[in-house]
């Protein structure tokens, strides 16, 4: 009776599981099949970040210098303006038709969604095999949020990296979890999300010194490792903040005047246009 049980519960999860990745393929299928013609994102994506990868592929200038011109845009405007040349959705556009590269882009980013999520509430949240169910239904939820599409696993990588760190400072941390934090600065942006994320694991690892009064090395060189790799990945960005040269688009910036109310109208319409 218990091993009937068992295999039950086990059909169950395996179920549950294929029902999960079948409703996101479907969820991402029409990318693929539509191409050019699928619903995307206009503004914030279509209109400027999705054209910025085409033109740094068609300027020549991926590896150029920190004192190169682009000369495509405004009659010029400096390398630095563009994004690293170690992104990988930089090189999802070098290597693919823009439309290609943009449902590549949303494909990896919701799968490792939806794995991170699944690999964190199963093994640090709810471990239990009954929770089973509540762990892929929420995952999938999770997969299938709305981002800003250049933003990467800015965000929704965030889980992915919470199991990691997690293990790491339990003392079960294995190659898989320090590879995936090597891997992850290269598909995510640090200013976007990981540098909140990350001053969030050093105040972690403070408490965890004051209550223990341990160190727990592995813990704080998986974070300090993985914030300078982002800033290494990052080097144009960090260039451009010590050795300012050309103006920004925030030069003239104004500070809204919207009110309560309008303001959360805003972010309601922002959700809804994702």
Not at 14 to 23: E, K
Request: glycine letters at 6%; aromatic letters at 16%; proline letters at 4%.
């Amino acid at each position: 009776m218990i091993q009937m049980l068992r295999n039950v519960r086990r059909y169950r999860d395996v179920l549950m599981l294929s029902g999960a990745w079948l409703i996101l393929i479907i969820y991402l299928a029409p990318m693929f099949i539509l191409g050019e013609n699928a619903h995307i994102r206009v503004h914030d994506n279509l209109d400027s970040n999705i054209a910025w990868y085409k033109v740094m592929k068609d300027s020549g200038q991926l590896f150029g210098p920190t004192n190169a011109t682009v000369e495509q845009i405004i009659n010029g405007l400096p390398r630095n303006a563009y994004g690293t040349e170690f992104s990988l959705l930089q090189w999802l556009h070098e290597w693919f038709s823009p439309m290609m590269a943009y449902a590549l882009s949303q494909s990896i980013t919701r799968i490792f969604a939806f794995i991170g999520m699944l690999l964190l509430l199963k093994r640090h949240w709810l471990v239990k095999k009954e929770a089973y169910p509540i762990v892929v239904a929420v995952s999938l939820a999770f997969a299938l949020t709305p981002f800003w599409p250049s933003g990467m696993l800015s965000t929704l990588g965030m889980p992915l990296a919470l199991w990691a760190f997690l293990s790491i400072r339990k003392g079960a941390g294995t190659w898989k979890h320090w590879l995936t934090l090597g891997l992850l600065p290269f598909y995510a942006s640090f200013v976007l999300g990981f540098f909140f994320f990350l001053v969030a694991m050093g105040l972690v690892w403070l408490w965890d010194v004051w209550r223990t009064r341990k160190w727990n090395a592995p813990f704080f060189f998986s974070i300090v490792g993985m914030t300078l790799l982002f800033l290494l990945i990052e080097y144009r960005l960090v260039y451009s903040l010590l050795v300012p040269e050309a103006p920004t688009s925030r030069n003239e910036f104004i500070i809204s005047d919207l009110t309560f109310m309008e303001s959360f109208w805003l972010i309601f319409m922002a959700i809804l246009m994702l």
